[in-house]
């Protein structure tokens, strides 16, 4: 006996085994397609875009459904510029040798660097924040749970949505990121997650043949 609210699920869609076959087939095919790009195009993406790629990443589930994410959707050029010259002071440090031989040998493949041009360039910048506490209304103050799987998730939806959207994306997470919490106002209770850079493809982009090796089912999964 149900001992909650609850209603009848009413919009699930169920399909017959052939079209669940070639959903899940031109969902691959299409996914395959999406890259992390480092050379972006600065033609604007309109906002409601952007707002509906956000509204989908927050439909992701997480812990007790606390939604503990925020994003700031940055599109100001001035914040965006400030974003730019605190990343990349901690870049700098971090491919001086903040990072160690081990992790800088394994960027080398993908030809990065401490120069983020695209951090400006780019017409939306998507800053992510975990939230510590919070709940199911804007007021609560509750611990929340599962917080790095669920913002993860979310993040998951958001990279999907912008790319089924026909964006490009890349994800860059700065270390340390707390300068993202300033720069973007959020309070004390958030903490930078990730920044993720949406836009169209500039003409000359390119993709590392490094980025295009992806192991095999047989390496990723297991079936019992």
């Known amino acids: 006996m149900q001992r909650h609210d609850s209603y009848p699920l009413?919009?699930?869609i169920e399909y017959t085994e052939e079209e669940m076959l070639s959903r899940s087939k031109a969902f691959y095919t299409d996914i395959k397609r999406r890259h992390s790009i480092r050379s972006f195009s600065d033609r604007p993406v309109p906002k409601e875009v952007i707002e509906n790629c956000i509204k989908a990443a927050s439909t992701a589930p997480s812990g007790a459904n606390h939604q503990p994410w925020h994003f700031v959707a940055v599109h100001s050029s001035d914040i965006k510029k400030q974003i730019r010259e605190q990343a990349e002071g901690?870049?700098?440090s971090f491919y001086e040798g903040?990072?160690?031989e081990e992790w800088l040998e394994a960027l080398k493949p993908l030809g990065t660097d401490a120069d983020k041009p695209y951090l400006e360039e780019a017409p939306w910048l998507?800053?992510?924040?975990?939230?510590?506490?919070?709940?199911?209304?804007a007021e609560d103050k509750?611990?929340?749970?599962?917080?790095?799987?669920?913002?993860?998730?979310?993040?998951?939806?958001?990279?999907?949505?912008?790319?089924?959207?026909?964006?490009?994306?890349?994800?860059?997470?700065?270390?340390?990121?707390?300068?993202?919490s300033k720069v973007c106002k959020r309070p004390e209770n958030d903490r930078a997650y990730m920044l993720i850079i949406a836009g169209y493809p500039a003409p000359d982009a390119?993709?590392?043949?490094h980025a295009t090796v992806k192991k095999s089912l047989n390496e990723v999964c297991t079936f019992l």
């Open 98 to 100: 903040r990072a160690g």
């Open 126 to 137: 998507i800053a992510i924040f975990s939230q510590k506490k919070g709940g199911i209304n």
């Open 206 to 209: 390119t993709i590392p043949h």
């Open 10 to 12: 009413s919009d699930y």
């Open 142 to 180: 509750n611990t929340n749970y599962y917080v790095h799987e669920s913002v993860g998730i979310a993040t998951g939806f958001l990279i999907n949505a912008l790319h089924t959207s026909g964006l490009v994306t890349l994800t860059h997470t700065p270390k340390p990121m707390s300068f993202l």
């Open 90 to 92: 901690h870049e700098r």
